[in-house]
C-alpha cells in the first residue's frame, strides 16, 4: 500500500518573533524599535500575514494527506521523502533555501507578503493553495526545472545551490587559491590556463540568482557577459576583486560554464569555504591543496507555475 502524500510547509522565523525572542516581551521590543524611530506596529502586522498564510495553507490541506513543517534554520537536518509536495510560505529565497535539500519534489511557492516580494519563486498567493496541492501530484501541470549549480570537492563534499555558490575566504577576506576552466574529457583550464589569484571570492550563479547577488556583481562588471535563463544549461561566474601582483594575476575574472564545462578551484589558503545561496552555516571547507569542481547540476528544482 502506497503512502499517501505528505505536504512539508517550509517557512521561516519572522522579524517580530526575532525580536520578542530577544529583548523577552513586546513591550521591550517595541521600546527597542522606538528608540531607533521604527514602530512596531508595522513589524507585527507583517508578522500577522505570514500567520495567516500559514494557516491559510495549512487549512487546505486534504484530510487524507499527512503534513510536517519546517523551520529555515533546521532544513539541513529535515528529511524530505520522494512522496512529498513542498510548500514554502515567505519570500523568494526561503524557496532557494530548500532547493538544495530536495531531490525532485514539487515545490510551490507561496507569497506571505504579496507587493512586497518580487515573486520570482513566490509565485502563488494563499487563497491558491486549494487548488494547488492536488495539481502538483498531476503529471498535466505546469512546472518548471530549474537549473541548479553544484560543487564537488576532491573528497566528494558536494554541495548544491539555486541561486549561486561562494567560494571563498571565510569573513570575505583575502582568499589565495588557483582557478582554471575545464571541459569534460579535456586538460583543465581555459586553453589550459590556470591562474594563481587572491581575491574576495569567486561567484558562480544560474539564471535564477540573476536575480540577485550575480546580477549586482554582472552590473558592476558592465554587463560583460548576457545572463543565463532559469531553466538554460548555463552558469555564469564572476571573481570579486580580483588582486594582482608578481604572484597572482587577474585575467581570468569573469566567464560562462556549459552542462559541459566547470570551473576549477584549488585552495592555497589555510582555509576557504563554499556555501549556496547565503547559507554560511551549512558549507564545505577546504584546506591547503584541496580542489572543487563547480558546474551545472543534473538535479532540477521542479517549482510549480
Not at 575545464?182 to 574576495?200: D, I, K, P, R, Y
Request: with cysteine; net charge negative; hydrophobic share 40%.
Amino acid at each position: 500500500m502506497s503512502l499517501a502524500p505528505r505536504v512539508v510547509i517550509v517557512h521561516r522565523t519572522t522579524e517580530y518573533e526575532e525580536l520578542v525572542a530577544h529583548h523577552g516581551t513586546h513591550g521591550q521590543a517595541a521600546f527597542f524599535l522606538s528608540s531607533r524611530g521604527r514602530d512596531i506596529e508595522e513589524v507585527a502586522e507583517r508578522h500577522r500575514r505570514t500567520r495567516r498564510a500559514l494557516t491559510d495553507v495549512t487549512s487546505v490541506i486534504p484530510l487524507t494527506w499527512r503534513q510536517s513543517r519546517v523551520e529555515r534554520t533546521d532544513l539541513d537536518r529535515f528529511l524530505f521523502a520522494p512522496e512529498d509536495v513542498v510548500v514554502v510560505v515567505g519570500q523568494d529565497g526561503l524557496v532557494a533555501n530548500a532547493a538544495k535539500y530536495l531531490a525532485g519534489q514539487p515545490v510551490v511557492g507561496i507569497d506571505s507578503e504579496p507587493g512586497r516580494n518580487p515573486g520570482v519563486l513566490v509565485r502563488h498567493r494563499p487563497a491558491d493553495a486549494g487548488k494547488l496541492l492536488p495539481a502538483a501530484l498531476s503529471a498535466t501541470t505546469s512546472v518548471d526545472e530549474l537549473t541548479m549549480v553544484e560543487a564537488v570537492a576532491d573528497d566528494t563534499q558536494r554541495l548544491l545551490a539555486l541561486n549561486e555558490i561562494y567560494l571563498g575566504a571565510a569573513g570575505h577576506q583575502t582568499a589565495r587559491y588557483r582557478l582554471g576552466v575545464e571541459e569534460s574529457g579535456s586538460a583543465a583550464g581555459g586553453g589550459g590556463v590556470v591562474e594563481a589569484q587572491a581575491s574576495s571570492g569567486v561567484l558562480v550563479g544560474t539564471g535564477t540568482g540573476a536575480t540577485g547577488w550575480i546580477r549586482s556583481v554582472w552590473e558592476g562588471r558592465g554587463g560583460p557577459l548576457p545572463l543565463p535563463h532559469p531553466t538554460e544549461d548555463r552558469l555564469v561566474w564572476f571573481v570579486r576583486e580580483a588582486w594582482p601582483s608578481p604572484a597572482t594575476g587577474t585575467s581570468q575574472v569573469s566567464g560562462q560554464l556549459t552542462a559541459t564545462s566547470h570551473l576549477t578551484l584549488t585552495a592555497e589558503s589555510e582555509r576557504l569555504i563554499v556555501f549556496g545561496d547565503g547559507m554560511e552555516g551549512d558549507a564545505l571547507e577546504l584546506t591547503w591543496g584541496q580542489s572543487v569542481r563547480v558546474g551545472v547540476c543534473g538535479r532540477r528544482l521542479r517549482l510549480v507555475g
